[in-house]
């Protein structure tokens, strides 16, 4: 447990330059651990180096593994193209669930600890209360089924593992709504936001410090981590349109027209449901994520400070 787990050898971050890798780098960084890295092509956007390691090459990255014996295995790759998904499903396999597979086999054999990422794409989202991890799942998506099959695999591969459920991530950088909606708000006067699909968006720096803190506390299975509220993608726009403008990012808020789903088509089905329970990693890890607001105000001052 705590920070001597993270101190007891080398921790190994795999996916170093995704949304959530970039936050993981900063969170170890914060606590003085500077990790092994592997990235798909071994370069990070600072100019930086990691480990080569694809992911659909079978056994690639479970062979790192095997050479490096790190202590702890931080997992933040995935395929997570949700639409090219449906039209790529052997490689979304591949990628979220078989290396997850070899990953959870190799770590047991070396003895590291896992640490991986999952998604409220494994339910279906006809829920009417907020998703407890011992829900049914029923993926509506080949993306939302690989996922699912990852989750599975680590958990059969005997490894001593946490995996995190999340939803909705989205940080100051990288490919997410948040900076979708400010680049598009402010090319136009009017858009067309889905207000018929619920869930809660998450910084991934909240992700990456409150996953590193309940590995600390010793949680170890299936949790959902997602913070308190719940809203619509088109209120979640408009709550950022608001804050942009209010810290002068944007020179005024587009219109943010509300439509259906079915006005929206996307070759993967969404779930329309997607708020997630984290009553359990309280119980457990006595950890709780703040309110989605304070978090898109804390992004939204990440980007002022930065611009
Ligand atoms: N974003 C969300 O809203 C969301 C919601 C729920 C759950 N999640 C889960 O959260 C985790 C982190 O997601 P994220 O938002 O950080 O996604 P992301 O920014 O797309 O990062 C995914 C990472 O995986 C890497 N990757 C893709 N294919 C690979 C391959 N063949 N070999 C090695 N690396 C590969 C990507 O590298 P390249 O950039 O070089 O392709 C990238 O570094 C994932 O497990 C995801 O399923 C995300």
Known sequence: MSATLLDRGPVLLVGADGQLGTELRKALAARGVVPLMSALHGRLPD??????CDLSVPGALAALVAELKPAVVLNAAAYTAVDRAESEPALARRINADAVGELGAVARAVGAVVVHYSTDY????????PYREDDAPGPVSVYGRTKLEGEQALAASGAEAVTFRLAWVYAAHSANFLRTMLRVGAEREHLRVV??????????HWIADASLRALEAGARGLYHLAPQGETSWH???????????????????PVVEAIASTEY???????AWSVLDSGKLARDAGLRLGHWRKGLDEVLDQLATAS
Do not use: K, M, W
């Not at 100019?47 to 080569?52: F, K, L, M």
């Not at 209120?235 to 808020?253: D, M, N, Q």
């Open 235 to 253: 209120a979640y726009a408009e709550a950022i349109f608001a804050g942009a403008v209010s810290r002068g990012l944007l020179p005024r808020a």
């Open 47 to 52: 100019g930086g180096s990691a480990r080569a």
């Open 122 to 129: 494994v339910f279906a989202g006809d829920g009417s209360r």
């Open 195 to 204: 207000a018929d699909q619920i869930g809660a968006p998450t910084p991934a």
């Open 265 to 271: 088509p996307t070759p993967a089905a969404r779930p």
